[in-house]
């Protein structure tokens, strides 16, 4: 037996929800650029689940079942409210909030299509009002309930603010959004179908996957993004901090990938976003450092900025809490989590790869009394 460290390059299913060919990135074989450029996350979420665009009134009965399923029972909000607040990060908060969700639900443990589609409006619709709700509580303030004539993205930051977003945060939410949605099979859909291929619940394998997404190799990055942005401080000791981390060997947030070889096809959409609201804003420090960053370790170590680069002043210029960027992220990447769950249970089987051992060798048992 050989293995692969890091299952690199081993490819684990087939699946029909998006690939990465070529360093370039599809959703169910349209081209990512398409889709962030025309198209609202609630298309794109039904293109994932359903293989083809929605027309008109598609669109519209899907929007509407989103908007419709978004509230949470009220026992989740005072949970959240009991958690040890000051200590508790919002992707924890989230992940516990989600399995709890499943308590709610007297359906939760069916593996049917038709029931297993029910539940993926469910939890695509909750996970955005669990993020602003949490975010809410932390602050002793009361979770909003959502508009029914908003949109996913608009409702998202008026769960969060309050206030209605003005149409350029609503675009650029949106847009990341559809960035986000999903990604091949990275880690955290892996994780998911590892989950549900023992043909345990929907709630576990979005539990499980927002698990793997909070780490900092994988979504959890983001938010470091940030944190060494406020560090550096300012665009002058960009130089001497980044090499600081080369000579301790230390990772650069939001730089490399796994898969792609010549950039990240998200990273360019998120940097022109970040600019824009730069812009919009008048505060371009973050968005110049990031350029600055991007400029020093491309040039040094030709590592190019990945989804998580980016995302990170842009979310920043949003007024966006740093620790809910990644949390932000779950919102987005459920869709695909859902999608994936749901080829899954279509077409499952026992996921159970092998190890190849390293351990010692045959040894003899040795006596409790005699070691
Ligand atoms: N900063 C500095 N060096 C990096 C790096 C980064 N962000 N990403 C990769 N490298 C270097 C590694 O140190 C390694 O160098 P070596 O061969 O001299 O040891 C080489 O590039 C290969 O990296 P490796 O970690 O083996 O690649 P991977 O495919 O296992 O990991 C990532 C991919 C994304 C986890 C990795 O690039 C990373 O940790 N990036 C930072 C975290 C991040 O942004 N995650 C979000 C991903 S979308």
């Known amino acids: 037996m050989s293995q692969t460290k ?26 990512i650029d398409d889709l962030a450029e025309k198209s609202s996350f609630e298309e794109v979420v039904y293109l994932l689940w359903n293989g083809q665009l929605p027309n008109k009134e598609e669109l519209q009965s899907f929007s509407q079942q989103l908007v419709e399923n978004m509230e949470v029972p009220e026992e989740i909000f005072n949970y959240m409210k009991a958690y040890p607040i000051a200590d508790v990060h919002p992707m924890a908060a989230l992940r516990t909030a989600v399995s709890q969700l499943g308590l709610y639900d007297a359906e939760a443990d069916a593996s049917d299509i038709e029931t297993a589609k029910r539940i993926a409006v469910k939890l695509q619709a909750k996970i955005a009002t669990v993020v602003t709700g949490f975010a809410r509580i932390r602050e002793g303030k009361e979770p909003v309930a959502p508009k029914k004539d908003l949109s996913f993205a608009a409702n998202f930051l008026y769960m969060l603010n309050g206030e209605q977003p003005n149409e350029t945060a609503t675009d650029a939410f949106n847009k990341a959004l ?41 979504g959890g990055a983001n938010e470091r993004v940030m944190g060494m942005l406020s560090e550096i401080d300012t665009p002058e000791n960009v130089d001497s901090y ?41 505060e371009d420090k973050w968005y110049e450092m990031s ?39 779950a919102v987005s990447r459920v869709s695909g989590w859902n999608a994936h769950i749901l080829e899954q249970y279509s077409d499952n089987r026992l996921i159970r790869p092998r190890a190849e051992y390293v351990g010692p060798d045959k040894r003899s048992y040795v006596p409790l009394e005699e070691r």
Not at 6 to 30: H, K, M, P, R, W
Not at 188 to 213: E, K, N, P, Q
């Open 6 to 31: 890091g299952l690199e390059g081993v490819v684990a299913t087939t699946s029909s929800v998006s690939s990465i060919i070529d360093d370039v990135l599809t959703y169910q074989g349209y081209h």
């Open 291 to 329: 350029l600055a960053v991007e400029k020093k370790v491309t040039d040094s170590k030709g590592l190019l900025p990945n989804v998580d680069f980016y995302s990170a002043s842009m979310y920043h210029s949003l007024g966006i809490d740093h620790d809910l960027f990644t949390p932000i992220f």
């Open 178 to 218: 559809v960035l986000h949605a999903d990604h091949e099979l990275n880690a955290s859909t892996f994780t998911a179908r590892v989950c549900v291929a023992t043909l345990s619940d929907f709630y576990s394998g979005i539990t499980a996957a927002i698990g793997a997404l909070k780490g900092p190799l994988h």
């Open 242 to 282: 980044i090499q600081d981390m080369f000579d301790k060997k230390e990772k650069v947030m939001g730089f490399g990938h796994r898969v792609y070889k010549n950039g990240d096809p998200r990273a360019k959409h998120l940097r022109e976003m970040s600019k824009k609201l730069a812009d919009i804003t008048g």
